[in-house]
């Protein structure tokens, strides 16, 4: 269970528990089976289905609107099985920013209004976030209310019946694809804010970190006779430094599977959703244009979190070097200017988040994905010439 000083995780991991993805090792045996059907209906069954559509879909156009949502299935059925897999690293993680945060805190600074300003601001954008969600799948469910004459479903796929002969066996796949639209976006986005909540608590702490060294070279400005304790308040910032980055080391460790197979696919995802537009007549089509542009904006979204937030980490720890040169640090003694430069040297490379240490996680990745989505739409259009 998430502490005080872990908030912005509740949420999340609120959701994961309520759809039996959150599990601790006194679960019941009722709840691991309880979260295996869940997965299994609403996950497993749909994916099977959109498959053996999109293997007999007729025209290109149905084969490039499956695609797209069958894309969007598969990377949660992945980032579902990896994140269970890795639930047990992923809490000793938790614990291990609980221990940080309670190292590093101190009354001096602003009762950590910096912190705060910036979980309150990942609050706000994974509501946000969990919303556009929630609008995309709502958009996907008017599709056969508001064009029930023509029996569109929300999305179309193979199923065990001909649903298009039998009033209530539409109903029902319409019921079932809406509530499996629902579940899939609780699952796939409370894992997808997981790692950009972390990343937060880091770019906080970063920010943290640089106010403590700025307060260090004021303090040897008006206190020069607090030489001991200035060094005492330097070694604590480097141990806060070294868990910052074995923090960041377990964040890439954790979740670089989960990121990397999210831009591959969503790069695609994003390409086929976009091509779609331009098959769509607005006028004709009117809710199913507006879906297609709500769940093209929520996949945009997903790709955007991680890479803003990776970037802010190393723009954060960019000026964290520069607030520990300008500290006034020649002022001090030798056994202080050598910790200094020590510190200095350990800061040559800065802190970033990678994927598997490669693919860095950054705004210049996100827009690689971008260029990557837009030339693959480039082909689907030329295809269509």
């Not at 005080?4 to 601790?24: A, C, D, Q, T, V």
């Not at 920013?97 to 950590?112: A, C, V």
């Not at 308040?233 to 599977?257: D, G, N, V, Y």
Request: contains cysteine.
């Amino acid at each position: 269970m998430t502490s005080n000083s872990l908030y912005p995780f509740r949420m999340p991991e609120k959701l994961l528990r309520n759809f039996g993805i959150w599990r601790e090792n006194d679960s019941t045996w009722k709840y691991h089976i309880y979260g295996l059907l869940m997965h299994l209906i609403m996950l497993d069954n749909i994916a099977f289905c959109q498959t053996m559509y999109m293997l007999k879909a007729t025209n290109f156009k149905n084969f490039i609107d499956v695609l797209s949502v069958i894309l969007t299935i598969y990377s949660i059925v992945f980032k579902t099985i990896i994140f269970t897999w890795k639930l047990q690293e992923a809490k000793s993680l938790m614990n291990a920013l609980k221990d940080l945060l309670k190292f590093s805190s101190d009354n001096e600074i602003f009762e950590r209004i910096m912190l705060k300003n910036q979980l309150d601001r990942i609050i706000k954008i994974y509501k946000f976030y969990y919303w556009s969600a929630i609008v995309a799948c709502t958009a996907s469910g008017l599709v056969p209310v508001i064009q029930y004459k023509n029996q569109r479903l929300p999305y179309e796929i193979w199923f065990y019946f001909d649903h298009e002969k039998n009033v209530g066996g539409f109903w029902f796949l319409c019921v079932y694809q809406y509530l499996m639209s629902m579940y899939a976006a609780a699952i796939g986005y409370s894992i997808d804010i997981f790692p950009v909540i972390f990343m937060c608590y880091i770019i906080g702490m970063i920010k943290e970190l640089t106010l403590r060294i700025d307060k260090i070279g004021s303090r040897m400005k008006e206190f020069k006779i607090l030489e001991a304790y200035n060094f005492q308040e330097l070694r604590k910032c480097i141990e806060i430094h070294s868990m910052i980055k074995k923090i960041l080391s377990k964040i890439e460790h954790q979740f670089s599977a989960i990121i990397l197979v999210q831009g591959f696919l969503n790069s695609v995802t994003l390409c086929s959703s976009a091509f779609m537009l331009t098959l769509i007549s607005y006028e004709a089509e009117t809710v199913v244009f507006i879906r297609t542009i709500c769940y093209t904006f929520s996949m945009a979204l997903q790709v955007f979190l991680p890479c803003y937030f990776g970037n802010e980490i190393t723009h954060a720890a960019n000026n964290l070097q520069q607030s520990i040169f300008h500290s006034m640090w020649m002022d001090e003694n030798l056994q202080y200017q050598s910790t200094i430069k020590i510190l200095m040297e350990n800061l040559k490379q800065p802190l970033k988040i990678t994927a598997f240490g490669v693919f860095g996680i950054n705004i210049q990745t996100f827009m690689s994905i971008i260029n990557s989505a837009y030339s693959l739409y480039a082909v689907f259009k030329n295809s269509q010439k």
